[in-house]
């Protein structure tokens, strides 16, 4: 992604071109990352409990199930998406230029169809982690900023958003390449097993509050570039740019902690293993603190010079790096507190107690809001910024307080009520 967007800055700048691309594209995304990225924490748990309880055969019939429905709702959620093209960009798009719209439009058709791509994709994600593989689905993450690259190149400033469109699509096919042993194993005759509707039944009540969360918080980019868009032309892109190296090591650190975390929790709930997960929680807490606290203070000191070296160049000028610098270092606060966060919802999925999350998310959003309201009046498109870092430290302590809560009542209801959680 950071290589896509070094290519968008040099060729495009800050204009209405990146604005229609960044636009369209975190829409895509707030669908995927609502319905399909959601049912990785929801299967995870759910695959390691069924292995744990029925053994493997079973296991992989839970994922062909709920893959199959879930890519099947992809489909229908695209073509919706198709059919009120205009409509949805005379929302998310409403004060963007008839000319900018028109290119934002163009690239929604195109991008609508990596949605069922990326259910498939996500499907094959949580077999490939259950399975102790995380490189694999790491690097399949690549592949559509990889490819919307390719294709900038290719095209040039004339066909830019058509093409970083086509070439994102294109990635996401590419990205399902990257699992052959987990389409063997998903396509499987094991796999086609009957799968018990409590089964089912269990992983829809764990998705459904995931879904109803990840709109709320998803929602955010969304809320920030609605709010951006009515700021100084190139809010947008100024805000995206800033985001850039935070979004690159939360991407990074992120990924691991989950791909690494969750199966590894939802394998120790499964076993009522409570001493190692009170400990893994407890090490991966301070290794986190130990590591990103003073990454973050120093990232922030040197953040003006880091975003010149990245982005002046071509047609990003020395006056566009101020601005994109203020944004980053605002952003960059949020780091720490995202990961514990992070490593908290974890916990709290392998628990089974999603709906935890849900409520988290309301307060986030509500908070996000509110210090949009206030900050963007006195410092602008940072001020959008600083109220996401603001938004996650709220939501780490929600999630500390609401985790060891959860990982204490499921220790007692085992009978281990002098346990104590994380």
């Given at each position: 992604m950071v290589l896509r967007d070094l290519f968008?800055?040099?060729?495009?700048g800050i204009s209405s071109a990146v604005d229609a691309y960044i636009i369209v594209y975190t829409f895509v995304m707030f669908v995927a990352a609502v319905l399909a990225a959601s049912m990785s924490a929801a299967l995870t748990p759910a695959f390691m409990r069924q292995r744990a309880a029925a053994g493997e055969n079973l296991a992989l019939a839970l994922a062909w199930h709920s893959g199959v429905r879930l890519c099947a709702g992809m489909v229908v959620v695209a073509l919706v998406i198709v059919g009120a093209s205009d409509l949805i960009l005379s929302v998310v798009a409403s004060n963007l230029s008839p000319d900018t719209r028109a290119l934002a439009?163009?690239?929604?058709?195109?991008?609508?169809?990596?949605?069922?791509?990326?259910?498939?994709?996500?499907?094959?994600?949580?077999i490939a982690n259950a399975h102790g593989a995380f490189v694999r689905p790491g690097l399949a993450l690549?592949?559509?900023?990889?490819?919307?690259?390719?294709?900038?190149?290719?095209a040039g400033p004339q066909g830019?958003?058509?093409?970083?469109?086509?070439?994102?699509?294109?990635?996401?096919?590419?990205?399902?390449?990257?699992?052959?042993?987990e389409w063997t194993q998903?396509?499987?005759?094991?796999?086609?097993?009957?799968?018990?509707?409590?089964?089912l039944r269990h992983l829809l009540s764990q998705y459904l509050p995931v879904v109803a969360g990840a709109v709320l918080m998803s929602a955010t980019p969304l809320i920030d570039q609605a709010m951006a868009a009515t700021l100084a032309g190139g809010s947008i892109a100024t805000l995206s740019y800033g985001q850039k190296l935070p979004a690159l090591i939360l991407m990074i650190s992120a990924l691991?902690?989950?791909?690494?975390v969750l199966p590894h929790l939802s394998e120790?709930?499964?076993?009522?293993?409570w001493v190692g997960m009170r400990d893994t929680v407890r090490v991966v807490r301070r290794l986190i603190v130990i590591v990103f606290v003073p990454l973050t203070v120093v990232l922030i000191a040197a953040s003006r010079p880091l975003a010149a070296l990245v982005f002046e160049r071509g047609a990003f000028t020395a006056a566009a790096v101020t601005p994109v610098s203020l944004v980053q270092s605002a952003l960059l606060l949020q780091v720490p507190f995202f990961l514990v966060g992070t490593l908290y919802v974890r916990l709290i999925s392998a628990l089974g107690r999603n709906s935890i999350l849900l409520w988290g998310t309301v307060i986030s959003l509500c908070v996000k809001v509110g210090c949009n309201l206030l900050l963007m009046r006195w410092l602008g498109v940072t001020g959008l910024a600083l109220s996401t870092s603001i938004v996650y430290v709220v939501a780490c302590i929600y999630?500390?307080?609401?985790?060891?809560?959860?990982?204490?009542?499921?220790?007692?209801?085992?009978?281990l009520v002098e346990a104590r959680s994380s």
């Open positions: 968008m800055a040099n060729e495009l439009r163009v690239a929604l058709l195109w991008m609508a169809g990596l949605l069922p791509l990326h259910a498939i994709a996500v499907v094959l994600a949580v690549a592949m559509p900023p990889l490819f919307a690259s390719i294709a900038l190149i290719l830019a958003v058509a093409a970083l469109a086509i070439g994102t699509v294109l990635g996401t096919v590419v990205q399902l390449a990257c699992f052959p042993f998903l396509l499987g005759r094991r796999s086609r097993e009957r799968v018990a509707t409590g089964a691991a902690l989950s791909t690494a120790m709930v499964a076993n009522e293993d999630l500390t307080l609401q985790a060891r809560r959860a990982a204490a009542q499921r220790i007692a209801g085992t009978g």
